[in-house]
């Protein structure tokens, strides 16, 4: 029925953690686990939880609305919050503390919200955990342009800014139309979690 289509745009909760799923970090370091939500009904009384390995609740928050900031319910003592909810983005970010290797694994970001019909969603980040980080060259497109010069350097930079220009293009675009999204894409959301697998946690290195 159209009228349902209608009705199902309009209830579009998201969860997001970003362009990538994936974060190394640095064991004995602090990582940050990035999440945010959009809804276009607004929340009230919204809940979100983080998990790890699908079954290890880490922290628990709730949102009265809006205008309020986020009050903890439960968290583990290492997992600090860091997001926002009454600046411009809906964010609900954590940063784990003092990072061991037994901590890489799957963390998800769930969001329920009871406006919405208690309608969930969630996003995934799988945690890497390494003894030592490698630096990645950010010089070597402007060695390249130097070196190769000319019209093959231009090419390249050409080449360069058009994309960046296409991703704010993109990332623009994708501001305006995130209310306009069927929700038809957001079938993949579990429930509450219940019947996932429990991972053991690997456990430390020497």
Known sequence: LPGLHVFAIAFALEVSVGKTNTVMALNNSNVLLPCVFTTCMGFQDLVFKWYFNSTELIYHGKIKNKATEPTLIWHNPRVEFVGSTTKKDNNISIV???????????????????????????????????????????????????VVGGLIGLLILFTLVKKVVLFIIKKTQDGKKECLVSSSGNDNTENGLAGSKAEQKAPPKA
Do not use: Q, R, W
């Not at 329920?112 to 980080?133: C, G």
């Not at 630096?135 to 060695?143: H, P, Q």
């Open 96 to 146: 784990l503390n003092s990072v061991e290797f037994s901590d890489a694994g799957k963390y998800t970001c769930y969001v329920k919200n009871p406006k919405e019909k208690n309608l969930h969603h969630n996003a995934t980040i799988f945690l890497t955990v390494v003894h030592k980080m490698v630096e990645t060259d950010n010089t070597v497109t402007l060695i390249i342009v130097g």
